[in-house]
């Protein structure tokens, strides 16, 4: 019997298929690339769809202003309610929303002149409301009288021993310190955790009139976001600054802040309307102090310490993208772009905070139009691929504005430049660039440069530029920033810099002696043209976002590295004295440091 010979198997089939649809891969990299890229970034954009949260037991409806008075779904030993409004789960629903707010400040005000005598509020059994407004997951509303005027200290404390106790003293509503009527929120409640409190009560010679104790086990964070960070001590033996590292636009958590105490715990979790905090602006009110923030992708809030939203300012056709700033008079500065513009992320905003009226106050595109039309869209290979088609020719990151001189400073990380603008109220113009004199040859704008005094490496893609007069020179000031010491150029051809090894290319890194971001300092000089490098230290790299800020208390300084995901404080030296690891989605924007004096705390 003969047998057929085999046939030869037929490799080059397989072959053939992976190779075409490598082919085909390659040929899509192109279109799916920003694809991808514009569907993370449009996170930025979205607002919430969704207010309703676990709710206790419905007591009753005030039917005047539409909502709920409920248990709270917490275990305590002192009663707490909820304030939920009946619209709550209606499309278009918000918190951010004035008309909400006062229907739900109406409903307090009820609570606290109960009629008849029936209820009267003390330490003991207070006037207690979960997040009343909305705003903040873990506030606790407080509402009490006392014969005499005192003023609340308090402590928190559980049982995890890695969570040390939480101590302060409230800052009450009326902005006394010392009262007989408190009104105020209490911060620092662990999420997840049975909390014990202990209230003082302390008279203004300073002797304690009560001490009242009571127990509340909270709920778990809404965002599902860790609430104990892991965090490692540095070479530098000084203590920590007092305040609250508060971390804004996490990605894969946006529409939250995250505010963390000193080891790492979560004591409190804002809750937005969507986007993220961009920087929290502190201004004094005569009923205590108020902050102003964002709350969605084109929209300002102002609020008072218990979360309450006094006042709103939707931002029309154009969207935030990297930074707000006290303005002159009672204005805010804001970075923004016309939502759906090819050009983005280069016109400065003005908001009147009294009035809400917007105002395009510039638009760098005609401040600086000479180089503008030097410029062009990204493209999908370029190394800011996710914004293909766009027109990112500047990309402003941080802004300041200076009263004195009616100027503003603002940080370009396309260019790796500081500029600052001149005269915005007026004839703007171009003041000075601080940046790598190479880059602007032969664009026109080189004749603005300031000149370097002394050799050092210029900043690159640098973030959270501040500008610090010296007091004692005039026409001498310090511009401190976070070098991401990270080159990268997505809307120019005509331009390769000559950089050295230390300047990262690589978005994440390389594993060499790139690998580092800086802590800047600049001394310049206006009158003479000039900058000198005069402080650096090296932090963990973050080609992107990023900020480093000092506080003129102490001289230390709060800085996110945004890829690397950790954000830490350093002493006025650059030595590390601690630094905190944190989970997201590729990067976390800002970290600041505040004490929130005045706000939530005397």
Same mark, same amino acid.
């Given at each position: ?54 709710? =206790? ?25 909820? $304030? ?54 873990? *506030? ?65 010679? *300073? ?46 958590? $946006? ?29 004094? /009110? ?10 969605? &992708? ?28 006290? =303005? ?76 004195? &001189?009616? &100027? ?38 080189? =004749? ?12 690159? =893609? ?50 060499? *002696?790139?690998?580092? &971001? ?36 102490? *001289? ?19 030595? $590390? ?15 600041? /440091? ?9």
């Amino acid at each position: 019997m003969k047998t057929r010979p085999k046939k030869k198997a037929r490799l080059w089939l397989p072959l053939a298929v992976a190779a075409g649809v490598i082919a085909v891969l390659l040929a899509l990299v192109p279109v799916l690339a920003p694809a991808v890229g514009k569907w993370f970034t449009a996170q930025e954009s979205e607002v919430r769809d969704g207010w309703a949260v676990d709710v =206790g037991d419905l007591i009753g409806v005030v039917e005047a202003e539409q909502v709920e008075i409920r248990t709270a779904p917490v275990e305590a030993s002192i009663t707490v309610l909820q $304030l939920v409004p009946t619209d709550i789960e209606a499309e278009g629903f918000t918190y951010y929303d004035t008309g909400v707010q006062q229907r739900l400040r109406r409903t307090l005000d009820l609570g606290q002149a109960i009629p008849d005598g029936r209820v009267e509020w003390t330490a003991e059994t207070p006037l207690a409301v979960l997040d009343p407004f909305g705003t903040g997951a873990n *506030g606790l509303y407080l509402y009490f009288e006392t014969d005499l005027p005192t003023r609340v200290e308090y402590a928190v404390h559980v049982e995890d021993e890695r969570i040390p106790d939480f101590t302060a003293t409230a800052a009450d509503a009326s902005g006394q310190a010392y009262t007989t009527s408190h009104e105020l929120q209490l911060i620092g409640l662990v999420p997840g955790e049975v909390n014990e409190v202990t209230l003082k009560l302390r008279g203004s010679w *300073g002797n304690v009139r009560q001490t009242v104790r009571f127990t509340i086990e909270m709920p778990e964070t809404h965002s599902g976001y860790d609430t104990l960070l892991d965090h490692t001590d540095g070479e530098s033996g000084e203590a920590l600054d007092d305040g609250l590292f508060t971390m804004m636009r996490t990605n894969g958590y $946006l529409g939250y802040g995250f505010l963390y105490d000193n080891a790492g715990v979560m004591r409190y979790e804002m809750v937005l309307e969507g986007f993220g905090l961009d920087r929290i602006l502190f201004y004094d /009110k005569a009923a205590g102090d108020e902050i102003v923030t964002c709350v969605s &992708s084109n929209k300002l809030a102002r609020m008072n310490g218990l979360g309450e939203v006094l006042q709103v300012y939707p931002l029309g056709d154009y969207e935030l993208h990297h930074d707000i700033d006290y =303005g002159p008079d009672g204005k805010v500065v804001a970075l923004a772009e016309k939502a759906g513009d090819a050009n983005v992320e280069d016109i400065v905003l003005e908001v009147d905070l009294a009035t809400g009226e917007v105002t395009e106050l510039l638009d760098f595109k005609k401040l600086m139009a000479g180089y503008y039309e030097q410029t062009r869209p990204i493209g999908p290979t370029d190394p800011f691929f996710w914004q293909a088609g766009e027109q990112d020719w500047i990309h402003l990151n941080t802004i300041q504005y200076l009263p004195d &001189s009616d &100027s503003l400073v603002v940080s370009s990380r396309e260019t790796s430049t500081v500029i600052k603008a001149e005269n915005i109220h007026g004839e703007a113009s171009v003041g000075w660039l601080c940046g790598d004199p190479a880059f602007w040859q032969g664009t026109g704008y080189e =004749g603005y440069c300031l000149a370097p005094v002394g050799d050092f490496t210029w900043q690159y =893609g640098q973030h959270s530029v501040a500008w610090a007069p010296d007091p004692d020179e005039e026409g001498v000031g310090y511009l401190r920033m976070f070098n991401n010491n990270y080159w990268a150029l997505s809307s120019r051809d005509d331009y390769q810099p000559d950089l050295p090894d230390t300047v990262g290319t690589d978005l994440y890194g390389d594993g060499g *002696g790139a690998d580092r &971001s800086y802590v800047y300092v600049y001394r310049v000089d206006e009158k003479a043209g000039t900058v000198e490098l005069t402080e650096a230290f090296p932090v963990p790299y973050s080609s992107i976002v990023s900020n480093a800020t000092r506080s003129d208390a102490t *001289g230390h300084w709060a800085v996110n590295s945004g890829i690397a995901m950790v954000f830490g404080e350093y002493d006025g030296a650059g030595r $590390l004295i601690r630094q905190y690891s944190y989970e997201c989605t590729m990067q976390g924007y800002r970290t600041f /440091k505040y004490d929130y004096k005045g706000f939530w705390f005397q």
